[in-house]
């Protein structure tokens, strides 16, 4: 089955700098893989996604990048502020697999003042 | 718009007794939906998720079971708690994995189980 690793599980950033996290799956047929942000004792909530037919994906101040060949995609967070502090989950899931992800193992976000 | 309920918010049992969490899904018709699980600090695991009425499948072998007796409706239950089973339980939906791919997940308030 689908396997994905996520790195680092601790990000430590100034405000104002860039946080990146990346994540590597194993299963070539993957062609979803949404991010999920995750505050102290709250549900995960989605970020933003991005869909194997596209290489690059922006909102605002948070974007994601995928690269099929290598497999592999990134989280990108610009202007990092005290608010972007939480756990951050990658995952991947593909088509005819009842919609299930595959979750990394988290990253915690700290971004100090 | 869909609304994900889950109750109860927190939940403190002895070992050895039963379980039961429910969630309830409002504003779709038809939807997926999943059991995790994310211990103290750690990642998510799926537990189970169900593409329809009576339709169960189950990740992880362990002593927790699920059912979904109306189309909205999902319940986590156990005959006979364990201290391995406390943890945040989170349920989710999405709409049906059709031709387009992949959709959304979308995750409830979740419950948080302490078993003593």
């Known amino acids: 089955g689908e396997n994905v690793e996520q790195h680092p599980s601790t990000l430590s950033v100034q405000e104002g700098d860039s946080a990146v996290i990346k994540c590597t799956y194993s299963d070539s047929a993957s062609n979803y893989f949404p991010w999920y942000k995750q505050e102290l004792g709250k549900r995960p909530q989605l970020i933003i996604d991005i869909r194997s037919n596209v290489g690059e994906k922006k909102d605002q101040r948070i974007a994601v990048t995928l690269n099929k060949t290598a497999k592999h995609f990134s989280l990108h967070i610009t202007e990092t502020q005290p608010e972007d502090s939480a756990v951050y989950f990658c995952a991947a899931a593909l088509t005819g697999g009842g919609n299930k992800l595959t979750f990394g193992t988290g990253t915690q976000l700290k971004v100090e003042l | 718009s869909?609304?994900?309920?889950?109750?109860?918010?927190?939940l403190v049992q002895p070992v050895g007794s039963p379980l039961s969490l429910e969630c309830t899904v409002e504003g779709t018709s038809n939807p997926n939906l999943y059991w995790y699980r994310q211990a103290a600090g750690r990642g998510?695991?799926?537990?189970?998720?169900?593409?329809?009425?009576g339709q169960i499948s189950s990740e992880v072998p362990q002593n927790l079971s699920a059912s979904r007796p109306q189309d909205r409706q999902f319940i986590l239950s156990?005959?006979?708690?364990?201290?391995?089973?406390?943890?945040?339980?989170?349920?989710?939906?999405?709409?049906?994995?059709?031709?387009?791919?992949?959709?959304?997940?979308?995750?409830?308030?979740?419950?948080?189980?302490?078993?003593?």
């Open chain 2, 2 to 10: 869909q609304t994900i309920h889950q109750w109860p918010a927190t």
């Open chain 2, 44 to 53: 998510l695991q799926l537990l189970f998720y169900s593409v329809g009425i």
């Open chain 2, 78 to 116: 156990s005959k006979k708690l364990l201290l391995s089973d406390s943890g945040f339980y989170l349920c989710a939906w999405s709409v049906p994995d059709q031709a387009g791919g992949p959709h959304e997940q979308y995750f409830g308030p979740g419950t948080r189980l302490t078993v003593t």
